[in-house]
């Protein structure tokens, strides 16, 4: 089993720049978690969907942050225009349930850094 | 434990003791608790979980502890040993927040040395 895929996995990229942070969940989960980790705030949540539909994006810190789940195997985090508080480390989950319980599996990761 | 801010609590036992990872959680009507194991370099990783009608959960080498009175989770790791070493989380779930938006605590860094 692949587990949640995410690309690339390190950014490097000037201030005022487009990132699109990707993401392949585990194939047969119905909900996709994107989460940001810094030392100072942990880790967020910034937006999950439950069958391809946004459902809660209260997470999402600015109109700058969008994430798009166009099918079942593929979402994008996009931050445009990308700023230095931005740099963090960023993990798509996935989960299948989301009733009694909801485990949620993590991928590697995407390293942003925002110069 | 929880923490705020910069660092994170570590804690540090010898190879082969067990260890005990502590966690306060915020919300009274959460009823849905969670671990995961975080390596350098990695994304969280499951570990066990507990509902909130079990006050003891057993896994391999695991158990986690449930208290609502106090509101305090913790997990226990028996025989400790260096691929133990990692950042644990605790997250609950539940609650207003429904069980898809898990609140994540700050973390505990666990250093197993040999």
């Known amino acids: 089993d692949a587990g949640v895929i995410q690309s690339p996995r390190h950014e490097v990229t000037e201030m005022g720049q487009e990132v699109t942070l990707r993401c392949k969940p585990i194939?047969?989960?119905?909900?996709l978690f994107w989460y940001r980790q810094t030392m100072m705030r942990g880790l967020e949540l910034l937006i999950y969907?439950?069958?391809?539909?946004?459902?809660?994006d209260s997470g999402m810190p600015e109109d700058r942050f969008s994430a798009k789940m166009p099918n079942a195997s593929f979402s994008t985090l996009k931050i445009q225009p990308s700023e230095p508080r931005d740099s963090a480390v960023y993990f798509c989950?996935?989960?299948?349930?989301?009733?009694?319980?909801?485990?949620?599996?993590f991928g590697a990761g995407t390293r942003l850094s925002v110069l | 434990g929880e923490s705020v801010g910069l660092h994170l609590p570590t804690l540090s036992v010898q190879e082969g003791d067990n260890s005990i990872i502590n966690c306060a959680y915020s919300?009274?009507?959460?009823?849905?608790f969670i671990w995961y194991k975080q390596e350098s370099g990695k994304g969280p990783q499951f570990i066990i979980d507990?509902?909130?009608?079990?006050d003891k959960r057993q896994g391999q080498r695991v158990t986690v502890l449930l208290n609502k009175t106090v509101k305090h989770l913790s997990l226990q790791i028996a025989a400790t040993q260096p691929g133990d070493s990692a950042v644990y989380f605790c997250?609950?779930?539940?609650?207003?927040?429904?069980?898809?938006?898990?609140?994540f605590g700050a973390g505990t860094r666990l250093a197993v040395h040999p």
């Open positions: 989950a996935s989960s299948f349930g989301g009733s009694a319980k909801n485990i949620q599996y």
């Open positions: 194939s047969g989960h119905n909900s």
């Open positions: 969907f439950n069958n391809n539909v946004p459902i809660d």
């Open positions: 919300n009274s009507a959460s009823d849905y």
């Open positions: 507990i509902r909130s009608n079990m």
């Open positions: 997250a609950e779930g539940g609650g207003s927040g429904g069980y898809n938006k898990l609140i």
